[in-house]
């Protein structure tokens, strides 16, 4: 027989199918038809940053107009709220000291595993007590411990320095597990530029839309047009560097976002950052949640 030249081709066709002949039946399948990559959705249970702690994709903030609009419906009418919002996948709750609903939250929460929720709140102020001031919020909503708790509402330059005090009494709950994880909300972008520089920060709570609606010292920012979102980008960048947990908010403008088009244009820019691991969203009624579930899970897809 004579010598047949096999070429470079035909040798690796033939090495693959050996491999193959070698695999199982299931593992060849797997080479053949491999698994399609999983679309995201709103209710994916994420990773916050290095904390290792998981929430929600998206969260339900229970502080709409200061929880002033969520109290007005009624206590009953809230607790279905929060248990809806359970129900269709959500297990991030944003709570706050100074929200009119945060003595409802204890009811609100009863009856929800524990284990599946990430209850974030704030502290405002410099409390004389702090440690008394976070136990309150542990005993408030029923719990042993808080999943994430923030600095509330920080605007000041140089606040590090001032809220020692408050940061230290944070670091002793936390060693104490009444609280997992610790940052800060932001509402100046000074502030904001410490928040990141400082290593007490593990958790960010950060006002984020293309409008540039009600967010920290951005230029032009109208409802329907674009602004200089610029400076919280970049601070949002470096959060991701440092790996931060960094979570959303006013994605919907404060709720001044009437129509469907300007809510969906800013939640497109949300999910389009890397930096977030997740946004927070006031909802008033079930359907609303319902809605905007279906709005992001679309705007994923679509990504």
């Not at 929430?55 to 107009?65: A, D, E, H, K, Q």
């Not at 359970?86 to 609100?108: H, K, L, P, R, S």
């Not at 284990?115 to 704030?122: A, G, T």
């Not at 309150?136 to 605007?155: E, P």
């Amino acid at each position: 027989m004579k010598n047949q030249k096999v070429s470079r081709r035909q040798f690796l066709q033939t090495t693959a199918l050996a491999g193959a002949a070698l695999m199982s039946p299931w593992s060849l399948s797997n080479v053949l038809a491999a698994e399609p990559v999983a679309k995201r959705t709103a209710i994916d249970q994420v990773t916050l940053g290095k904390t290792g702690i998981k929430l929600s994709r998206l969260g339900m903030g229970t502080g709409v107009n200061s929880g002033h609009n969520q109290i007005g419906n009624g206590k009953e009418a809230f607790i279905r709220l929060v248990h809806h919002a359970y129900d269709q996948g959500i297990t991030y709750f944003d709570c706050a000291q100074n929200y009119e609903t945060f003595g409802w939250m204890g009811d609100a929460l009863k009856g929800l595993p524990r284990e599946k929720l990430f209850i974030q709140s704030k502290v405002p102020g410099k409390p004389e007590d702090v440690l008394a001031t976070i136990d309150n919020h542990r005993k408030t909503f029923q719990t042993d411990y808080i999943d994430s708790l923030l600095v509330h509402c920080m605007t000041k330059d140089g606040w590090v320095d001032e809220w020692k005090r408050v940061m230290d009494g944070f670091n002793e709950a936390k060693e104490r597990k009444w609280i997992h994880a610790k940052g800060v909300s932001c509402h100046k972008i000074g502030a904001l530029r410490e928040a990141v520089a400082s290593n007490f920060n593990e958790v960010h709570l950060v006002r984020v839309n293309p409008q540039g609606w009600h967010m920290d010292d951005v230029t032009r920012a109208d409802i329907e047009g674009n602004a200089d979102v610029t400076p919280v980008f970049d601070q949002l960048k470096l959060m991701r560097g440092k790996d931060r947990g960094v979570i959303g908010m006013k994605i919907f403008g404060n709720g001044d976002f009437k129509t469907e088009a300007a809510r969906e244009k800013s939640l497109r820019y949300a999910m389009s950052l890397k930096e977030l691991n997740a946004v927070v969203i006031g909802f008033e009624t079930p359907q609303q949640v319902d809605d905007t579930i279906k709005m992001m899970n679309r705007v994923l897809a679509e990504a």
